[in-house]
């Protein structure tokens, strides 16, 4: 009989495994950071059970090692995610994740006057906290936003 906590997606050896992520952010999670593109082989469960949150999601990498920059872009998208480093099938480190003082690339500014909507630029973000609250201000039109309004750059 399956026991309960048998791995629910085959172990790897060498990579990393992103953890504990809010059911249904695993997609965007791998379109925002395009780790679907690479070419290191990915497994993916969606809406697994956990018993900290009802249901995750998970993303196992081979062979790429997450650092601590990328882990803390994940931190904005889902805050109480693990990142784990697996070096011959044992978790060597857990990740501890802090929110980045910047993020480059990944959401698009939701000010459509915003010069990043006309110019070939790479979109880019000051990340603040204010208690529970995250905002995010453009680089570039220095408009702030709060994280739950911020879209994928297209
Ligand atoms: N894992 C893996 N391959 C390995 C070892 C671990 O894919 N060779 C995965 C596990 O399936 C788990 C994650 O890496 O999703 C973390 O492993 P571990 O720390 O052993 O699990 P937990 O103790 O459940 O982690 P946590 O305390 O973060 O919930
Ligand atoms: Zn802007």
Redesign the pocket.
């Known amino acids: 009989m399956r026991k309960e906590n048998q791995l629910q997606v085959e172990a790897i050896k060498n990579g990393s495994v992103i953890d504990h992520i809010p059911a249904h952010s695993g997609i965007k999670v791998l379109r925002l950071f395009q780790l679907h593109k690479s070419e290191n082989r990915i497994t993916i469960g969606l809406n697994l059970p956990s018993s900290a949150q009802g249901s995750k999601d998970l993303i196992k990498i081979e062979n790429l090692f997450i650092d601590e920059d990328l882990a803390n872009q994940l931190a904005l998208l889902a805050p109480n995610c693990t990142v784990n480093q697996i070096e011959n099938y044992e978790v060597t480190r857990k990740l501890q994740l802090s929110l980045p003082e910047q993020i480059r690339g990944v959401f698009q500014?939701p000010?459509s006057n915003?010069?990043?909507h006309s110019e070939p630029v790479s979109t880019r973000f000051t990340v603040s906290q204010k208690g529970e609250a995250i905002r995010l201000k453009?680089h570039?039109?220095e408009?702030s936003f709060s994280r739950e309004i911020m879209t994928e750059r297209r």
Do not use: A, G, L, S
């Open positions: 500014c000010n915003c010069i990043t453009c570039y039109c408009k």
